[in-house]
Each structure stands twice: as C-alpha cells, then as structure tokens.
C-alpha cells in the first residue's frame, strides 16, 4: 500500500566499479551480484524503509561510472535529495577522482542536497586509502562519510538508513508537507527538498 | 436498454456472489467483508477471477464500465480502489492479479469520457508508475503499453498539477536496460522509448503541463533515443541486410502512415528511437531547438562518435528532415557553435564535424535569407582563417615563391589533417552554395573576395621591388589567399554566367585582377581557375586547356555574343587583357601558369569575341608577342611558350569572328604556322632541362614572329577598314606601311632580344612597353605614344572606340 510519508530520490555517483550496483542491490535485494558488468545509463530501484515508525520510500537512481554515459547521468544529479559519491578504498585513481566528481555535483545538482562520501570494498586486504584520509575529505568538503562492504554486507544497510533519517529530519524541520497517498502529486515529490522548480510550473 | 435491464437482473445472484468470493479472498480484510460494501468495491472485486490464469471476469468487466459510465463521479473511486488491491498484489507478488487490475483500468480509461478522467487519471498513473517501480520486467513494459494508451487520449481539461519527471526518469533508464537475456532487454528498451513517446506526445502539445523540453528532461531523452539509435548499424547487421545505413534517412514516412500500434509491435528499438526522435524534433519550436541539440552534441562528443562520423551524419540528417524548415539554419548554426568549441580538439574531429556540416547545410540553405546566408559564410570563413593560422606558425617564414610546394613536401601527420579540415570547411561552404539561388552565390564569391587579404597596391606596380614588400606580409597571407580562393573557386563552379556584367561587377572584378598578379604562382593559377569556371559558359574549357592550332578541330561552342557582353567587353576587356598580360610576364610562372592564362584567353575569345572586340583581342596578342620578343628577365622556354599561345590564339580568334581577310590571313598562315608550332613544343620541352640551347630556333622563332608582328598590324588596319569609311581606308593605309617598316628594325637586330628592340625606336613595339611597364594600362597612354611617334589622326580615327574610356 502506498501509506509512507516520505519519499526522497537518492542518487549514486563515482568512477566505474567502484561498486555503486553493488550497494544498491545489497540494499534493495539483499544480494551481492559477482561478476556484476558496468551499468549502461542509469538503474533504478526502490526501497521503503521505516525510521520511527514513518514509512519512508526511497528512489534509489543508480548511475553508469563510464564517461560516456555522463550527460544523462548528470541530469539525474538535479532532482536527487541525497547523492551518494562512492569510492574504492583499494583504489587510489578512483579517490583522486573525486574532486572532479564534487565540481561536477556542483554544477548539476542542487546545493542543498545531502552529500555522502563512501569508501567502499573494506571486505579487501588491499587498501591504498586510509579510513582517516577518506574522513579528512570528507570533512574538508562538507560531506558525510562511511566505509561499507557490499560484499560483506558491512554498513550498507546503516548507510541507506542513514541518509533516510537525515532526509526525514531535514524534511520535519522545514514542515514539509507530507507526501500523502492520496495527494495528487504523480511522483510523490516531497515538494523543495533540494529543488526549486516547484513554483516554475507556470511560468 | 437491454444491457441495462440484464444489468439489473443480474444484481441480486452477483451480490450474493461476491460476499461469497470476498471470504475467501486473503486479501480482503476482514471488516469490510460484508454486503454493505459499497457498491463500486463489490464491482471493482467482481472482476478479478479466482483463479489469475483465467483472465479479467469480461461480463463484470463490462458492469463495472457501464457503472463507471453512468456515475463518473465514482470513476476516482473506482481507479483509487483498483490502486491499492494493485498495490497490495504487487508487494504480495501475485503479478497476475496486478495485471488484470491494469487491464480493468485501461478499459476505464479508455470506456469513459475525457472529461470525467481526471481524477481517475492520477489512479491511473500511480498505477502505472507502481508497476514501473517493480524490478519485474513484465510489469514495467505492461505499464509502459498503459502509458502510452493514456498519453494517446487527448484530454480537454489540462492538469497543472501533474507531474512527469518520475516517468521520463524511469522510461530513460529503461532504454538503457542491460538485463541478461537479448529479447527481454530489447522488449524493456522498446518499452523505455515508446515510454518517452508517450511523455513527449502528451506534453508538447499543452503548453500549461509541464516543460518537455527543460534541459533536465530533454538531458534524460535525447541521449536515451541516441544510445538506441547508434546501435542501428549492428542491429541491421546482424538482421535483415534489407536497408543501407546510410539511405534509411526517410523510411519512416511510410512507417507513419501505418497504424501507429502495428509499427510498434514490429519495430527494433533503434528504428523506433529514430521514429521519435523525427517526432521529437519535428515537434521542437524555435526556442526549444537548442535544448534538443545540445544534448545530442554532447552525446556525440562523449560517445565519441565524431569519428567516423557516419552515426553523427546519420543523426544529422534525420534532425534536419524533421525539424520545421524555418529553424534549420538554427542546427547549421549550432554545429558551427560547436566547431568553435572544439576548436582545441584534434583536427580529425574538427573536419569531421566540417563533414557533418556540409553533409547538412544544403537542406538548410533553401530556407537561409539575407544575413543568416552571410552569417554561415562569414563563419566557415573564420574557421578557415583559424585554421591557417594555426598552420602558419610552426612554419618557416615564408621566403621563395615555391614556399607553398615546400610546406607540402614537408608535412607531418597533423598538418595533413589540418588541411583537410580546410577541405571539409571548403566543401561545406561549396555545398552551401550551391544551393543559395544565383545571385546570392555572387553575393558570397564578393563576400569571400573581400576577406581575402590582397597584395598592396605597390606590390603590383613595382614588381622590382616585390621581394622588398613580401618581407612585410603578415605570415600565412600567401596560405590563407590559396585557401579563400580555394573556397571562392569552389562557390564559382557552381554558378552559372548569364551576362558578363551581372557576374563580375566591378567591385568582384577588380580585386579578382589585382589576386590575378599576386607574387604567390598557386594564388595565380587559382585566379585564372575562377575565372576559367566563371568565363566558361559554353563548356569549352576542356577543349582550350592547351595551346593548339587545330582550332577547327576541337568542336567549340560558339555563340554570337549579346550586346550587354559588347558592352562589357568595351568597358573591361582592356583591364582584362593587360592583367592577363601581366600574369604572363610574372617570373615565377609555371607551365601551368602560363597555360591557365592562355585558357583564361581563349575562353574569353570564345565568349566575346566578336567585330566589336575583336581588335582588343589583337591588340592582347601583339602584346603577349612583344613581351616574347622583349623581355630580358623571362626563361626561352618561358617565351617560346608565349609564342605558341599567341599563334593559337590567333586562329582561335581568327575561327570565332568571321571576317573574311582574318581568316584568309590565318589560313594563308597555316602551313608555316604548324611547322612553327611544332618546332615550339619540340624546343620547348627539351628546354626545360637545356634551356641555353636554343638560341638558334629563337632567333628563327624571333624573325617569324616579327614578320607576323607587322602583319598583325596590317590586320588590325584591316578589320577596323572594314567598320569605316574610304576615307579611313587611306588613312589605314598609311598606318599599316608605318608598321611594316617596323618589321625590318627588329629584323636587323639580331642580338638578344631586350637590346632588339629598344622602345623608342619602333612606335609599335615602343607602345607595347609603355603598356606593360604600367600596371593599369590605359589606351590614352597607348594614344599618347603613338602621337609622338606616328601620324596621330590615322590612329585617332581609326580607334575611335579606344578614347571613349
């Protein structure tokens, strides 16, 4: 049934595999597909999850890593709530990358949307990035930060949450209306979390 | 009534029913189950079956319709209702009962009146998009056919408040779909676009929906059709082989006219994105064009599909059969924006986005007027002039007049491809023009002429001193003169002379003559190469390429010139005929050069020559004759060459007017002529290597000519006799005695040519070095000399035609 109050739009970024499907799926199916190939475009999927007891929906946007693919990924930057950038720790070029990828957030997205830095595949031995260095980067950027394993199934589940509450509180404190199942809005936007196009309809 | 009355009949024995099959529903809760259930829920759960193999109940489904149909008021109830049993079988997994729930609601959606749908609509569409949100694939593509069904009812009320951006989201991932197995991945990817066809249909056309064409939605459905449709090449590969790639450009008319559902069903994803995005295009007005092209170039550019750019020409092409005609010139502007910025990527890219460009720009050019015409030329100029300048700075300074020939021996990879960036920027320019009617295409060859960096005006005048001023030329003038004229003789060669004077008003002629004595040899032969294409309006320019006698021979196209053409040749032919002169006597000519001339020459005499000009002409090969015999600074090889296009030249004009003592003269000549010729050629082509050599035939060569020399005068008198009176005659007479007596002067002097004749002692020749010694050579100087020489009154009247300018 369509009963939640929330819904927030929460999109993945970073370089090809660093294991963006990989967490959405271990969020959304519970599973951790090997020999997973590099996403075409963007995926999507869908996941409610409950946050004291508020059913909130989230519409997870899951983005190719490939440069080809960057025009479209880029325009599902501007409706996101919460963008997740993913790194690999074992991976040093997919770290340096990264300010690239907060330039390219800057542009296409909106400047209020939660922005989380994740360093993903600690389930490996090979570790180039030190959890420290991730968290400086984060801090010096504004950003949220946590380390996860797909694989393993370690701070997947906590991270999704996460962003979840953090919307939801976000939302509360600017009295939000509630997304309701019987109002009319077709996509169950949540109004002007991270978006302004609301009042533009007219124009 | 009946349906109505069976309707009714059937009440009782239904209500009973449905209590019945509600207990036995597990996803009935439990309060509601009873016969006070209201009754659109009662018709609502009468239509699933026990059973989701047996299908949607139709009697029932025909009950709730006409419930729906004569209480519209309860169609929101009925699609809200409909929503969350659909809800609830999706999240149970019981996708067979979703399915028929989505059926129910398109029979709704289609059964009932726009008016009374908008409510139901948002039922409607939540439920599309709840069976969108599900990871089976059958729901999404069942979804998307509800969809399109919806976006193809036309409603009459608009509805500000809905919203489609989770639609074209979801429709655009679905058209990037990867899933495993080939035919379900295509079956998803079909559903994505037709998905996006739907969105575009519904909204483009009411303007208070929402914005199809922001960026943010235009970002997500370009490049989702552009990803199918690049895939096109590989799809027919691997398929039928029926239809070329590159010819597929307008197959889909047909397709069109077809029913539009039919289409579908058989249509590959990539046809289907091109089918859209026609539609898309052709539905773009003026201001949303860019917001359509600007993910496409950015596509390309990221997919890296400029080269080769076959997809990129592809796409091209089907945007500017598709776009309103107005707007095309805004594609040719666009791709030329983006030429610019690319103006730092490889040459390879940039010449085939010049590729693109002229693939293109003739669709385009039936609907360019006024400025936009000169916007795209003064553009493809600028771009040529970039790129020469990006040439000119790794080269050495140019210095020697074979400076051109040099930097082509010397070329490295890059260069290679910068050249033929230029020649795809020529080409497109070429192609543009010849689609622009007539007189625009003048319009551009003066435009083009203007941008072409001209040498100074001393430079011409003083050729001594021309090495002095080259040093002062901005580097890769020499370049970018070969290169614009390049693009000038391109437009050229489409254009078709009418008249004379329509084709080269002053203001294109004169700077045409003055390129025609630049110190560059290749810009020399380009000026002649234009004026070759410009000139030639009965195609004789293959049969006068070289010098012959057997003029009778070559089958020329001969038409008695028209009096505006006279007119011309009076006003201009003079100025003509000196620069041709002049490029003649230029020291860095090639054989090429000098045979470009003699073309330039003969096409002329075959278009203007007529009794009205014919002493013009005469007077132009006495000149070239003199200059053989003359000059001190040209090669013997160089002069024998002269010879052989004066004595061409003469039975050519001989052949093309027909006065009687002309001809008898040619004629008369004819025998002794030959020999001469081939001696010439003979000579000529050994003296290229040994050019000392032939001292001996010059000097035979020499006295021939001088003897014809005087002759030539003689015929002058002649043909001007036969225009005048007796009077004249007498007086013609004289003149031509005068000249004959010329004729033993420099046959007495023997010794090399410059000291034969020195310019006061024969007034002829004495005339013709005035003539040549001044750049713009005027018949009043020629008359002046002439009076200090010679009796004046006989040349006076006998010229009278030669003071009027």
Known sequence: MEDYKFLFKVVLVGNAGVGKTCLVRRFTQGLFPPGQGATIGVDFMIKTVEIEGEKIKLQIWDTAGQERFRSITQSYYRSAHALILAYDITSQPTFDCLPDWLREIEEYASSKVLRVLVGNKTDREDREIPTAVGEDFAARHNMYFIETSAKEADNVERLFMEIAAELMEQARSKELPRYDGNSPSLNGRTTVIGEGGCCSKFS | ?805
């Open chain 2, 1 to 805: 009534m009946a349906f109505m009355k069976c309707c009714f009949d059937s009440e009782l024995p239904d209500f009973l029913e449905s209590v019945v099959q509600k207990c036995t529903d597990p996803g009935c809760c439990c309060g509601c189950c009873s016969a006070l259930r209201p009754r659109y829920k009662r018709l609502v759960d009468n239509i699933f079956p026990v059973n989701p193999q047996d299908g949607l109940v139709k009697n029932n489904m025909e009950k709730l319709t006409f419930y729906a149909l004569s209480s519209p008021e309860k169609l929101d109830r009925i699609g809200e209702y409909l929503f969350q049993r659909a809800s609830r079988d999706i999240y149970r997994r019981r996708n067979g009962f979703v399915i028929i729930a989505m059926e129910a609601m398109d029979q709704l959606l289609v059964a009932c009146h726009a008016q009374n749908l908008n409510l139901f609509v948002e039922s409607f569409l939540r439920m599309v998009q709840k069976l969108l949100e599900s990871t089976e694939p059958k729901l999404q593509v069942l979804a998307t056919q509800s969809f399109v069904r919806f976006a193809n009812i036309e409603e009459d009320t608009p509805s500000y408040h809905r919203r489609y951006d989770f639609f074209i989201s979801k429709f655009s991932s679905m058209c990037h779909s990867n899933h495993g197995e080939h035919d379900l991945r295509n079956k998803i990817r079909l559903a994505g676009i037709k998905g996006l066809q739907g969105v575009v249909r519904k909204t483009v056309s009411d303007d208070l929906v929402e914005n199809i064409w922001e960026p943010v939605h235009m970002d997500k459905i370009v490049p989702s059709l552009l990803y199918n449709m690049q895939n096109l090449r590989s799809m027919r590969g691997q398929g039928k082989r029926g239809k070329e790639y590159d010819g597929k450009v307008c197959t889909t008319e047909e397709d069109e006219a077809d029913e539009e559902e039919e289409v579908e069903e058989r249509s590959d994803p990539p046809t289907l994105a091109e089918t859209c995005m026609r539609e898309l295009v052709g539905r773009a007005s003026f201001g949303h064009i860019r917001s359509v092209l600007r993910p496409v170039l950015r596509h390309l550019d990221l997919h890296e599909l400029w080269v080769p750019n076959l997809f990129a020409i592809h796409t091209f092409r089907i945007i500017m059969f598709s776009i309103q005609a107005q707007y095309s010139y805004t594609v040719i502007e666009t791709l030329m924006a983006h030429l610019d910025d690319n103006s730092k990527s490889r040459p390879k890219i940039r010449t085939s986005i010049a590729d693109v460009l002229s693939k293109i720009i003739a669709i385009a050019a039936g609907e360019s007027v006024g400025p936009s015409v000169l916007e795209i030329i003064n553009s493809l100029l600028t771009h040529l002039r970039q790129s020469v300048m990006r040439e000119v700075p790794s080269r050495v300074p140019e210095e020697s007049n074979d400076e051109v020939e040099s930097i082509e021996e010397g070329d490295d990879e890059n260069s290679a491809d910068e050249r033929q960036y230029q020649e795809a920027l020529i080409n497109a320019l070429g192609e543009f023009a010849n689609h622009l009617p007539d007189y625009q295409k003048i319009e551009i060859m003066m435009f083009i002429m203007s941008k072409v960096p001209h040498p100074g005006q001393e430079q011409i005048r003083s050729h001594h001193h021309r090495h002095h001023h080259r040093r002062y030329r901005a580097p890769g003038d020499a370049l970018l003169q070969n290169i614009l004229l390049k693009s000038l003789l391109k437009v050229g060669t489409k254009y078709r002379t009418v008249h004379f004077n329509t084709t080269f008003p002053l203001s294109f002629l004169e700077p045409l003559l003055r390129m025609s004595l630049a110190p560059d040899p290749t810009v020399r032969l380009l000026v002649q190469q234009i004026l070759h294409t410009l000139v030639d309006r009965h195609h004789n320019l293959e049969k006068l390429l070289k010098p012959t006698i057997h003029v009778a021979d070559l089958d020329l196209t001969l038409e008695k010139c028209s009096r505006p053409d006279v007119i011309f040749a009076r006003k201009h032919g003079p100025a003509m005929h000196s620069s041709l002169h002049e490029s003649l006597e230029q020291p860095g000519n090639t054989a090429e050069n000098v045979e470009a001339v003699f073309t330039t020459a003969a096409l002329l005499c075959a278009e203007l020559a007529c009794e009205d000009t014919i002493a013009d002409f005469l007077r132009l090969l006495i000149s070239i004759q003199d200059t053989a015999l003359t000059n001190a600074t040209l090669s013997p090889s160089h002069k024998y060459y002269l010879h052989s296009i004066v004595v061409s030249l003469f039975i050519l004009v001989a052949h093309a007017v027909p006065i009687p003592p002309v001809m008898e003269y040619a004629l008369k000549k004819h025998p002794g002529e030959e020999m001469t010729f081939e001696a010439i050629k003979k000579v000529l082509s050994d003296s290229w290597e040994k050019e000392r050599e032939g001292e001996e035939e010059e000097r035979c060569r020499q006295l021939c000519h001088t003897f014809r020399n005087a002759d030539f005068n003689e015929l002058v008198s002649r043909t001007q006799t036969k225009q005048n009176d007796v009077l004249q005659n007498k007086l013609n007479e004289i003149f031509g005695r005068l000249s004959t007596a010329t004729g033993p002067d420099s046959f007495f002097g023997r010794s090399p040519p410059p000291h034969l004749i020195p310019g006061s002692s024969s007034p002829f020749l004495g005339r013709l070095h005035q003539r040549r010694s001044s750049a713009s050579s005027s018949q009043g100087q020629v008359n002046h000399h002439h009076n200090s020489n010679s009796p004046p009154p006989a040349y006076e009247i006998l010229f009278p035609e030669l003071f009027v300018y």
